[in-house]
């Protein structure tokens, strides 16, 4: 299943990113539950913009549900760890990604999806990737992370194919591209789902 995720998403975290996660690792886990909320609330945004798909009503519903449910354990370890949930400027990922939306339907509808199944795809790919960095408990707690990530990708990509009954190749790869770039650029603040940690070395950046 990882290895189809790595295929997908054509390049793997830079090593430099990892390093940079594991001194991070406050900041790291408090914008991992930003994501896992922000995850939620896309769901449900999905379900409130697109009630005539009864499919994706469903499949929406049971996802922001499973969404909150880690954003809820992310709370407990954070806690746990005696650290403070906190207002945190959230990271240009997924804002950069949905820039490139198309603004007529169904196609802005399967640009979305499209850019929820890669966040989803990258987020399976870093916690997998984090996993031997980890202390036991966090490690073990990612690791179920990543079977949940994977399934997530593979339901926004299902939905995505459903509603354009139309090739998607082309499209993909023109989010993976913008994807790949944003993921190897250098950028200032760290976050889950941020670029080369700025003045690291990226020679490692590239390896798939």
């Given amino acids: ?48 913009r697109y009630p005539q798909h009864a499919h994706l009503l469903h499949v929406m519903s049971r996802l922001a549900r499973e969404e909150l449910r880690h954003f809820e354990q992310v709370l407990q370890i954070l806690q746990q760890r005696g650290l403070r949930f906190r207002p945190l400027k959230p990271g240009n990922y997924a804002k950069a990604l949905h820039q490139h939306c198309r603004t007529a339907e169904p196609e802005r509808l399967v640009d979305q999806l499209l850019i929820g199944a890669i966040i989803e795809a990258r987020s399976c790919e870093r916690f997998a990737a984090l996993v031997e960095h980890l202390p ?59 670029g080369l940690p700025m003045g690291r070395e990226i020679s490692d950046a590239k390896r798939t």
Avoid at 7 to 28: K, S
Avoid at 38 to 48: D, G, Q, R, Y
């Fill in 136 to 194: 036991v408990d966090l490690a073990n707690f990612y690791m179920r992370l990543v079977k949940a990530e994977a399934r997530h990708f593979e339901v926004y990509l299902e939905l995505a194919e459903t509603i354009a009954q139309t090739d998607l190749a082309a499209r993909i790869g023109y989010f993976i591209a913008i994807e790949q770039a944003l993921i190897l650029q250098p950028e200032a603040e760290f976050r889950f789902h941020s």
């Fill in 1 to 48: 299943m990882i290895q189809q995720v790595i295929n997908f998403l054509g390049c793997r975290t830079p090593d430099v990113w990892l390093a940079t996660a594991v001194q991070q690792l406050e900041l790291l886990l408090l914008d991992h539950a930003y994501c896992e909320k922000k995850a939620a609330s896309t769901a449900i945004n999905l379900m409130f």
